[in-house]
């Protein structure tokens, strides 16, 4: 299993720009989360799913949209870029019931940069 | 909502000390209290986890503890290994609702010294 996967690792983007940034996870989880990471700030939740076709907003969804069409992706769309969306950018998925239920698995990260 | 305090937000020790972390939450109707290790350029991961009907687990040189009174958990790692070099995050959460939403503290940078 490849776990989490994130692309691209490293990007960067002019003030006002979108782009998306990419999740996968093949673990068959149900739940899926986009979190945001800043010096001094934690991690901030974004958006998250419960399963395909069902997503809410976190602590900080301004500017930013998500869609979960499969089970297995959860793309972060970032509509108009600004220099305050820079940040590294994590995905995370877990499992609904049975084993661990509560474990978050997190992506690598990508991290973004806007000029 | 849930507010997460974090403290120190940096931790020098020396190989083979203890270390302590400490975190407070707000709400009281969080009940699973999850930390997670972060090392340079990597996602976090989860170390250990306790759950509102516990008041202390133990996992190797790990152990977390849990005050629901006072509403504050701490994480203590003993006879720290240079391996143990990291950021660490704490978080409280209700399991179960709304995807596993989790709130996470600030994070501490642990260093261990030769």
């Known amino acids: 299993n490849a776990g989490v996967t994130q692309t691209p690792k490293f990007q960067v983007l002019k003030t006002g720009q979108s782009m998306t940034l990419q999740c996968a996870q093949d673990?068959?989880?149900?739940?899926m989360s986009w979190y945001r990471q800043d010096p001094g700030m934690g991690l901030r939740l974004i958006h998250y799913?419960?399963?395909?076709?069902?997503?809410d907003q976190g602590e900080v969804p301004n500017g930013y949209n998500v869609s979960r069409s499969t089970t297995e992706d959860f793309p972060l769309r970032l509509l108009s870029a600004a220099p305050s969306q820079t940040s590294v950018y994590f995905c995370?998925?877990?499992?609904?019931?049975?084993?661990?239920?509560?474990?978050?698995?997190f992506g690598p990260g990508t991290r973004l940069t806007v000029t | 909502g849930e507010n997460v305090e974090q403290h120190p937000s940096t931790l020098s020790v020396q190989e083979g000390d203890s270390a302590v972390i400490k975190c407070t939450y707000s709400d009281s109707a969080s009940n699973y209290f999850p930390w997670y290790k972060q090392e340079l350029g990597k996602g976090p991961q989860l170390i250990i986890d306790?759950?509102?009907?516990?008041g202390e687990k133990k996992d190797q040189r790990i152990a977390v503890t849990l005050n629901k009174t006072a509403k504050h958990f701490s994480l203590h790692i003993t006879e720290t290994q240079p391996e143990d070099s990291a950021v660490y995050f704490c978080a409280a959460g209700r399991p179960g609702g709304g995807g596993n939403k989790l709130t996470f503290g600030t994070g501490t940078q642990l260093k261990v010294e030769l």
């Open positions: 799913s419960v399963g395909a076709g069902i997503t």
């Open positions: 306790i759950r509102s009907n516990v």
């Open positions: 673990m068959n989880h149900e739940y």
């Open positions: 995370a998925s877990s499992p609904r019931t049975s084993g661990r239920p509560y474990e978050q698995y």
